[in-house]
């Protein structure tokens, strides 16, 4: 069961072995070899070319065709993009799947969702065809079912069998996507392809716009906080600046929940699959820190960055002393607004007030991690400049760090990234349904 679990082919997950306190004492009769090896599966394909050719034709003949690639679309990034280009279709990343397509590529729209860019929801809205490649569909990748109000069709590639008949008026490619992209590619190259110059070029401007946006919301400077009593940091702007030292130092980011994970995956460039870790089935709270601990495990651990609100820090600050105790060489940056913010964000735009999601006990976060024998722990200012400088130290020291960074909150919209779309949540319930029922797919 554990083998059949941590190797399955197309959704691996940890297994879990539960042994009861008296069992754990008794002594187990096995064989070593009877257990199982590593089970190998020959990647599969439809064996009929019936949906194939269909999807095949759509690709051909459709004008505006948009690529959703979800987290299992992952480790088949080349193919992802030939496909993209060979088919004139833009791909919309998911959370998960950052750097699918290097960040600059033109066929790039960026993350598309709730929390997604200007151009990856442009794209959502206009496309006609949804080519759906290792994706779950989850309600804030896909504003709860109405992400593709203008889509009349759906290419589904997925291993999955479940997952590739998410939505209805589906051509479902059920297999290995790697395997049956190449058969689409072998279909395409054959020619007939319709010009997309048009819908390229308008994705192109709507990408242009993010580009600007994001440089808008970096270049505002600091912004007067009502906690901090000072101008601090906006979250983008203190991010930004982490992931541009993630970026020169070839550091794996990990993101943690709310806000941070939000304004994190809107704000980071990647060129490849893998330079971004984040939680997207659960965002549990206290991932990023814990996840530092696999670099300390590892036998060959890479320096990794923990990006992390005071929030979710505190829901796993033991990582203090299980980061010392394995040997981490990694930095936890809290981006500090006094507050989860997240939540203080969802019950504005909800109810138009914010109810107990901060209070007013100051922590000195710096004082807390340098208790922790081993652990080095500095302020990162309240400047792009003054943080590089920071984690700069930070990453000299061949230890677990800590940079602790105020950030500001409040309504002034620069503080954040935007949001998009509808979410089938809370009050907003009865108005989403409604909406839902006049989708095609
Ligand atoms: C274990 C767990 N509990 C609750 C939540 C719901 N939740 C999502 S974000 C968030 C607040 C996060 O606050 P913080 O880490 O300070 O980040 P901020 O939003 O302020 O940037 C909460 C409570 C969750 N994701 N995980």
């Given at each position: 069961?554990?083998?059949?679990?941590?190797?399955?082919?197309?959704?691996?997950?940890?297994?879990?072995?539960?042994?009861?306190?008296?069992?754990?004492?008794?002594?187990?009769?096995?064989?070593?070899?009877?257990?199982?090896?590593?089970?190998?599966?020959?990647?599969?394909?439809?064996?009929?070319?019936?949906?194939?050719?269909?999807?095949?034709?759509?690709?051909?003949?459709?004008?505006?065709?948009?690529?959703?690639?979800?987290?299992?679309?992952?480790?088949?990034?080349?193919?992802?993009?030939?496909?993209?280009?060979?088919?004139?279709?833009?791909?919309?990343?998911a959370p998960g799947s950052l750097g699918i397509l290097p960040d600059s590529h033109p066929q790039n729209m960026h993350v598309g969702g709730s929390k997604g860019s200007i151009s990856g929801n442009?794209?959502?809205?206009?496309?006609?065809?949804?080519?759906?490649?290792?994706?779950?569909?989850?309600?804030?990748?896909?504003?709860s079912g109405m992400g593709w109000p203008k889509a009349k069709h759906v290419i589904n590639i997925n291993a999955d069998p479940v997952d590739v008949q998410h939505y209805a008026q589906t051509t479902?490619?059920?297999?290995?996507?790697?395997?049956?992209?190449?058969?689409?590619?072998?279909?395409?190259?054959?020619?007939?392809?319709?010009?997309?110059?048009?819908?390229?070029?308008?994705?192109?401007?709507?990408?242009?716009?993010?580009?600007?946006?994001?440089?808008?919301?970096?270049?505002?400077?600091?912004?007067?906080?009502?906690?901090?009593?000072?101008?601090?940091?906006?979250?983008?702007?203190?991010?930004?600046?982490?992931?541009?030292?993630?970026?020169?130092?070839?550091?794996?980011?990990?993101?943690?929940?709310?806000?941070?994970?939000?304004?994190?995956?809107?704000?980071?460039?990647?060129?490849?699959?893998?330079?971004?870790?984040?939680?997207?089935?659960?965002?549990?709270?206290?991932?990023?820190?814990?996840?530092?601990?696999?670099?300390?495990?590892?036998?060959?651990?890479?320096?990794?960055?923990?990006?992390?609100?005071?929030?979710?820090?505190?829901?796993?600050?033991?990582?203090?002393?299980?980061?010392?105790?394995?040997?981490?060489?990694?930095?936890?940056?809290?981006f500090d607004n006094r507050r989860m913010a997240a939540i203080s964000h969802l019950q504005l735009a909800q109810y138009g007030n914010d109810y107990r999601t901060n209070d007013g006990v100051a922590?000195?976060?710096?004082?807390?991690?340098?208790?922790?024998?081993?652990?080095?722990?500095?302020?990162?200012?309240?400047?792009?400049?003054?943080?590089?400088?920071?984690?700069?130290?930070?990453?000299?020291?061949?230890?677990?760090?800590?940079?602790?960074?105020?950030?500001?909150?409040?309504?002034?919209?620069?503080?954040?990234?935007?949001?998009?779309?509808?979410?089938?949540?809370?009050?907003?319930?009865?108005?989403?349904?409604?909406?839902?029922?006049?989708?095609?797919?």
């Amino acid at each position: 069961m554990g083998a059949s679990c941590v190797y399955h082919p197309f959704k691996a997950a940890p297994f879990y072995l539960n042994l009861p306190l008296n069992t754990q004492p008794q002594k187990l009769d096995i064989r070593l070899d009877s257990l199982p090896t590593i089970p190998t599966y020959e990647p599969t394909i439809p064996a009929a070319d019936h949906n194939l050719l269909e999807a095949v034709e759509l690709l051909k003949s459709t004008g505006k065709v948009a690529i959703k690639a979800g987290g299992g679309s992952r480790p088949f990034a080349s193919q992802v993009r030939a496909l993209a280009e060979a088919a004139g279709a833009v791909v919309v990343e998911a959370p998960g799947s950052l750097g699918i397509l290097p960040d600059s590529h033109p066929q790039n729209m960026h993350v598309g969702g709730s929390k997604g860019s200007i151009s990856g929801n442009y794209a959502m809205q206009e496309a006609d065809l949804l080519v759906a490649i290792g994706s779950r569909a989850v309600c804030q990748s896909d504003c709860s079912g109405m992400g593709w109000p203008k889509a009349k069709h759906v290419i589904n590639i997925n291993a999955d069998p479940v997952d590739v008949q998410h939505y209805a008026q589906t051509t479902a490619l059920n297999g290995d996507i790697g395997e049956v992209v190449k058969l689409l590619l072998s279909e395409l190259s054959k020619g007939g392809v319709s010009n997309k110059a048009e819908w390229l070029k308008d994705c192109a401007a709507k990408k242009g716009d993010w580009t600007a946006f994001k440089s808008d919301l970096y270049a505002a400077g600091a912004v007067n906080d009502e906690v901090w009593h000072r101008g601090v940091m906006t979250q983008p702007q203190a991010i930004k600046a982490a992931a541009d030292f993630c970026k020169k130092h070839d550091a794996i980011k990990f993101f943690d929940a709310g806000d941070v994970q939000a304004n994190g995956f809107q704000v980071v460039e990647d060129d490849r699959v893998g330079e971004t870790i984040t939680e997207t089935g659960a965002s549990y709270m206290g991932f990023a820190v814990s996840a530092l601990i696999a670099g300390g495990v590892a036998e060959e651990g890479r320096y990794s960055v923990a990006f992390t609100g005071d929030g979710s820090f505190m829901m796993n600050p033991q990582v203090l002393i299980d980061g010392v105790e394995h040997g981490v060489h990694g930095t936890i940056i809290i981006f500090d607004n006094r507050r989860m913010a997240a939540i203080s964000h969802l019950q504005l735009a909800q109810y138009g007030n914010d109810y107990r999601t901060n209070d007013g006990v100051a922590v000195d976060y710096i004082a807390m991690a340098n208790a922790v024998e081993g652990v080095l722990a500095i302020s990162g200012g309240h400047s792009a400049e003054d943080l590089s400088e920071a984690l700069e130290k930070a990453r000299a020291h061949k230890g677990l760090s800590v940079v602790h960074v105020p950030v500001y909150h409040g309504e002034n919209p620069i503080g954040g990234m935007g949001a998009y779309g509808n979410w089938n949540v809370g009050n907003w319930c009865d108005d989403v349904q409604d909406k839902y029922l006049k989708m095609s797919i």
